[in-house]
């Protein structure tokens, strides 16, 4: 449990989570660099990456990383969750609810953070262990939801990933998300091989954390 704790303390801290979606393992091992780079802790591997839990076996083993906190994103069930977590992830990101998953990443002590859209999926996944409920698709909302669901649930610890940007990312953080999850913005320079501009990019958003949370 203190191992899980931890996790979630980091996660939180950090406030940023880069979601890495790229077409190489290569491209996401040197994207999630320009990542650490920029000061981001938190890397979502998502198993659409060729080779994903090689990239994660990478990341989690090689001393150069060592600083990294490195999870699986687009977990679709408990099995992928398995893979994932022996090749070194230390938490589970899924794009929906997923009860298997969430039972077995319980058992293991690591972090399962479903994606969820309505009030009724985020109050299930937290019956099942999510610490923190990932709210996806967030271009779908305004950060303005997350204040309406801490209302009657002020417990839940919320995530929005999908459509946060360097525009709306202060407003998500200030609205009351725990942090960040961050995806095809930082993806596209990487895409054309600009790893410093996925390193610049990676500082604005760590800026704008550290920003919302010291006008809070």
């Known amino acids: 449990m203190i191992q899980k704790s931890k996790i979630i303390m980091e996660m939180v801290e950090s406030g940023v989570v880069a979601v890495i979606r790229t077409e190489s393992e290569e491209e996401a091992i040197q994207t ?3 990542c650490m780079e920029g000061g981001i802790r938190s890397i979502e591997v998502t198993f659409t990456v060729p080779g994903a839990a090689d990239v994660i076996s990478t990341l989690t083993k090689k001393p150069e990383f060592k600083h990294l906190l490195v999870g699986a994103g687009s977990v679709l ?3 992928t969750a398995r893979i994932a977590i022996l090749a070194g ?3 589970v990101v899924s ?3 997923d009860q298997d998953t969430a039972i077995l990443c319980n058992r293991y002590q690591i972090p399962y953070m479903p994606g969820c859209m ?3 999926e985020m109050k299930t996944a937290m019956e099942y262990g999510a610490e923190i409920v990932k709210m996806f698709p967030g271009n779908h909302y305004s950060p303005s939801i997350v204040k309406s669901i801490k209302g009657p649930i002020p417990q839940v610890s919320i995530m929005p990933t999908g459509g946060v940007n360097l525009e709306n990312a202060k407003e998500w953080i200030k609205s009351g998300a725990v942090a960040v999850g961050i995806g095809s913005d930082l993806a596209k320079p990487a895409k054309v091989g600009n790893y410093e501009e996925v390193t610049a990019l990676a500082k604005q958003y760590c800026l704008l954390v550290k920003e919302a949370r010291a006008e809070m």
Do not use: G, I, L
């Open 95 to 97: 794009p929906c609810f």
């Open 89 to 91: 992830a230390k938490y």
């Open 118 to 120: 309505t009030v009724t």
């Open 32 to 34: 999630s660099s320009a």
């Open 77 to 79: 069930d408990s099995e």
